[in-house]
């Protein structure tokens, strides 16, 4: 007896939610081959990073309750994919979802009509979220599915099962012909990664609602793999931009015209009247903060350096290095090396920057000069490193981070929370007692190993053999600054002008910073400081010195002769600018030394 399958009529808010995550689900096995074939808007191989992040964000929500209505659970579904989204295949999405749920307002559950109804006004949006469309990406797939369904329910379809059906293959179809409307694509020989996203949920949801269970995708065949894309340009804007505003009134409209006065590229703007995701390609993320500052209170600010993440495609060895910007690296280096850097926050009053980021060291020094009222910085939230750290998991590299004192901050304990969310080994978190110049040595060190074909675990021993080692000392030609940030008591402060010493801090072996001795004098501290430091190096031994100022460069580059002529075994000696991280204590002029022994297994 031929048993006959039972149509499928409506779908009530639990139906939809189950669909759903199985359709993410599937779409989380298809992440690493998403990076793979990513080439528009630039070959920076996080769309299946960023599509992942957004739609976790999705189950998260989700898993919360059962809704059962389909309006409520799809106003959910917006909400935390506008929170989640990432780049620029996320930002789409959340408004995509903003247009479903617009579409599902009133509704109970979904019928033929209703469903192809809010398919389609989220088509409308997904087409809206960008500045400039292009066919051949995310929408195109998103409208040949939409269309599908409309066609399919006109001709009198009644069955879900087969409406998911036609719109799945209408989707794969549009799919296909990405590569001839899009000539990035057809130059490496793939489809768009965004669309690719969308079929690989689409396929999920299908396969639930066919066979009611969860898909397994086959592994990735050998004629799937996409062409050599690492000559691919990244494009003319270096960092992915994106932020969150929040306000009432807000016209999406506005703030995609004003974006677009400023000549930056890859403009989506996703949301509703009262929150709005930005996201950007442009070089000057600052600028972008501040214009979206304009509109509302700005929220998630974050700028990932695309020419860094198209670099994985050539990165050498299987470990990675992070480390935060409480580590003050020499540019040059960290670009040699491929050093992934998450950004501290500092605050003047209301007004947050990256750091490194949204401002550089010579403004933050002009501004703290002319600032009433001290500047706050505050540590990463576990989200960047965990952004940083999914990125770079998804490529195949297992993560060394190298971290500031937990002495000094939380920065390494948000990257310790954030480690948690992955596999035992997959992320190495190292507190390294240290931080501005010292915490830097280390990381250089870190990733000249990786370079070098070195696994995590000989990396991290090198680390922890290298710590105990690294000594880092700093100066402040005017102590106010390290007295109002409450790094030094008022009392040192009148001491040291009545004595007209310099303290110097440095960072002991619990990784605090302490008061470890006096400048006498206030007439060359530059070389002062060099003599001392050098006096702590053993004669025969090689060192890497790193130094850092605070818009002192000058003196700096005394302080780096001074130790070049008393120390005759100097391995090398960069000079950069002092972050805010320290900066914000020590204060524009602040000199900073710290040296470390050359280690073994790099020689």
């Given amino acids: 007896?031929?048993?006959?399958?039972?149509?499928?009529?409506?779908?009530?808010?639990?139906?939809?939610?189950?669909?759903?995550?199985?359709?993410?689900?599937?779409?989380?096995?298809?992440?690493?081959?998403?990076?793979?074939?990513?080439?528009?808007?630039?070959?920076?191989?996080?769309?299946?990073?960023?599509?992942?992040?957004?739609?976790?964000?999705?189950?998260?929500?989700?898993?919360?309750?059962?809704?059962?209505?389909?309006?409520?659970?799809?106003?959910?579904?917006?909400?935390?994919?506008?929170?989640?989204?990432?780049?620029?295949?996320?930002?789409?999405?959340?408004?995509?979802?903003?247009?479903?749920?617009?579409?599902?307002?009133?509704?109970?559950?979904?019928?033929?009509?209703?469903?192809?109804?809010?398919?389609?006004?989220?088509?409308?949006?997904?087409?809206?979220?960008?500045a400039?469309?292009?066919?051949?990406?995310?929408?195109?797939?998103?409208?040949?599915?939409?269309?599908?369904?409309?066609?399919?329910?006109?001709?009198?379809?009644?069955?879900?099962?087969?409406l998911l059906e036609t719109g799945l293959k209408a989707a794969r179809e549009a799919l296909k012909r990405t590569p001839e409307q899009l000539p990035a694509l057809r130059a490496a020989g793939v489809v768009d990664a965004g669309g690719q996203g969308f079929v690989d949920l689409l396929e999920g949801i299908w396969y639930f609602v066919a066979e009611?269970?969860?898909?397994?995708?086959?592994?990735?065949?050998?004629?799937d793999r996409p062409r050599d894309i690492e000559n691919f340009e990244v494009g003319e804007h270096r960092y992915c931009t994106e932020c969150v505003i929040e306000g009432q009134g807000l016209d999406r409209n506005a703030v995609m015209a004003r974006l677009e006065e400023m000549g930056l590229s890859s403009i989506v703007v996703a949301g509703s009247a009262q929150r709005l995701r930005v996201h950007v390609h442009t070089d000057a993320p600052g600028e972008v903060f501040l214009a979206a500052e304009s509109f509302g209170e700005i929220r998630q600010q974050k700028a990932d350096d695309m020419s860094r993440q198209h670099g994985l495609l050539?990165?050498?060895?299987?470990?990675?290095?992070?480390?935060?910007?409480?580590?003050?690296?020499?540019?040059?280096?960290?670009?040699?090396?491929?050093?992934?850097?998450?950004?501290?926050?500092?605050?003047?009053?209301?007004?947050?920057?990256?750091?490194?980021?949204?401002?550089?060291?010579?403004?933050?020094?002009?501004?703290?000069?002319?600032?009433?009222?001290?500047?706050?910085?505050?540590?990463?939230?576990?989200?960047?490193?965990?952004?940083?750290?999914?990125?770079?998991?998804?490529?195949?590299?297992?993560?060394?981070s190298v971290g500031l004192s937990q002495e000094l901050s939380g920065t390494t304990g948000a990257a310790l929370r954030a480690a948690e969310r992955f596999e035992e080994g997959a992320v190495r978190v190292v507190d390294t007692l240290n931080a501005t110049c010292g915490q830097g040595l280390l990381a250089i060190a870190a990733a000249e190993a990786a370079s070098r074909g070195y696994s995590a675990d000989e990396i991290v021993a090198m680390l922890e053999e290298m710590i105990p080692q690294t000594r880092t000392f700093g100066i402040a030609t005017d102590l106010s600054f390290a007295v109002r940030g409450g790094r030094l008591p008022g009392w040192v402060k009148k001491v040291a002008d009545l004595l007209r010493v310099i303290p110097i801090l440095t960072a002991n072996p619990l990784g605090q910073l302490k008061p470890g001795g006096v400048i006498w004098g206030r007439k060359s501290p530059a070389e002062s400081l060099g003599r001392i430091v050098a006096r702590k190096m053993?004669?025969?031994?090689?060192?890497?010195?790193?130094?850092?100022?605070?818009?002192?460069?000058?003196?700096?580059?005394?302080?780096?002769?001074?130790?070049?002529?008393?120390?005759?075994?100097?391995h090398s000696c960069h000079i950069c600018d002092a972050g805010p991280a320290l900066g914000v204590h020590l204060g524009p002029g602040g000199l900073i030394a710290a040296f470390m022994p050359d280690p073994e297994i790099l020689n």
């Fill in 1 to 130: 007896m031929i048993r006959r399958r039972t149509s499928i009529s409506y779908i009530d808010g639990p139906r939809m939610q189950r669909a759903l995550d199985a359709g993410i689900l599937h779409l989380f096995q298809r992440r690493e081959y998403l990076n793979r074939i990513n080439v528009f808007p630039v070959p920076d191989g996080d769309t299946g990073t960023n599509m992942a992040f957004t739609f976790k964000a999705i189950r998260e929500a989700l898993a919360r309750r059962v809704s059962e209505r389909v309006d409520q659970l799809m106003a959910r579904v917006a909400d935390a994919a506008l929170d989640g989204s990432r780049g620029n295949s996320g930002a789409i999405m959340a408004q995509y979802f903003q247009g479903w749920r617009e579409g599902a307002a009133g509704c109970r559950l979904f019928t033929p009509e209703s469903l192809a109804r809010a398919a389609a006004r989220g088509s409308e949006a997904a087409w809206s979220a960008m």
């Fill in 132 to 162: 400039n469309p292009v066919a051949g990406t995310l929408p195109s797939v998103i409208e040949g599915f939409s269309r599908a369904l409309e066609q399919a329910v006109g001709g009198g379809e009644k069955d879900f099962r087969n």
């Fill in 212 to 223: 009611g269970k969860v898909d397994d995708p086959p592994p990735l065949a050998e004629e």
């Fill in 314 to 400: 050539n990165q050498t060895g299987s470990v990675a290095v992070v480390s935060d910007s409480g580590a003050d690296l020499p540019q040059d280096e960290v670009d040699r090396l491929g050093i992934h850097m998450v950004p501290v926050r500092v605050s003047f009053g209301e007004q947050e920057f990256l750091d490194g980021v949204s401002i550089d060291s010579e403004t933050f020094n002009r501004m703290l000069l002319d600032c009433e009222e001290m500047p706050q910085t505050s540590q990463p939230p576990p989200g960047d490193f965990a952004r940083q750290y999914e990125l770079l998991t998804s490529h195949g590299y297992t993560v060394v």
């Fill in 538 to 570: 053993a004669p025969d031994a090689m060192y890497r010195v790193l130094l850092a100022h605070g818009g002192n460069l000058d003196a700096a580059n005394r302080l780096r002769r001074t130790l070049l002529q008393q120390h005759s075994r100097i």
